[in-house]
T-cell receptor
């Protein structure tokens, strides 16, 4: 069975600084997808970025980028130039064969002015 | 275009009552998923549909939980004889269907069982 581990329950970052949120995963499958979602206090789950297990390049999407290290089974999210609106819970998730997502426990990010 | 919608947004039920939660996926999306999110935790998978076929219901916690998607579009999650431990946010997500599909989530239904 697959497992996602997020070891940082909470993180603080100064506005305009970059921050890295950690995520490790465990699966015996060779083909899988890795996702990051943002969940503000309003509760909606917002898709941020995706990385496929066979993708050779690290995914980037605006201010979001992934540091994907397949051998270490880690996919850390880097948010550059943090904004106050980035304060939210961030979830790392994995899917096998485009089926259900398995989520980590999340990291609560607080951006300080 | 319109995203995933869910109704009601909030539901309060007395223990023992039946509830029905509705999900309208993004138009044309083949796959539909239901998740349960307890307070302070990540969502947990309940069940998955591809069109009208329920391909996986391994996450449903008991036989009091039932989901359907009869015409391959709107889905309903029904919980019979609700218990206090059913209190959670129920999230619905849809995806176009394919090998690397991103799931798009609705706003969720917050269920409180008294």
């Amino acid at each position: 069975a697959q497992k996602i581990t997020q070891t940082q329950p909470g993180m603080f970052v100064q506005e305009k600084e970059a921050v890295t949120l950690d995520c490790t995963y465990d699966t015996s499958d060779q083909s899988y997808g890795l996702f990051w979602y943002k969940q503000p206090s309003s509760g909606e789950m917002i898709f941020l970025i995706y990385q496929g297990s066979y993708d050779e390049q690290n995914a980037t999407e605006g201010r979001y980028s992934l540091n994907f290290q397949k051998a270490r089974k880690s996919t850390n999210l880097v948010i550059s130039a943090s904004q106050l609106g980035d304060s939210a819970m961030y979830f790392c998730a994995m899917s096998l064969s485009a089926r259900q997502l398995t989520f980590g426990s999340g990291t609560q990010l607080t951006v300080l002015p | 275009g319109a995203g995933v919608s869910q109704s009601p947004r909030y539901k309060v039920a007395k223990r023992g009552q039946d509830v029905a939660l509705r999900c309208d996926p993004i138009s044309g999306h083949v796959s539909l998923f239901w998740y349960q999110q307890a307070l302070g935790q990540g969502p947990e998978f309940l069940t998955y549909f591809q069109n009208e076929a329920q391909l996986d219901k391994s996450g449903l916690p008991s036989d009091r939980f039932f989901a359907e998607r009869p015409e391959g579009s709107v889905s309903t999650l029904k919980i019979q004889r609700t218990q206090q431990e059913d209190s959670a946010v129920y999230l619905c997500a849809s995806s176009p269907g394919g090998t690397t599909d991103t799931q798009y989530f609705g706003p969720g239904t917050r269920l409180t069982v008294l």
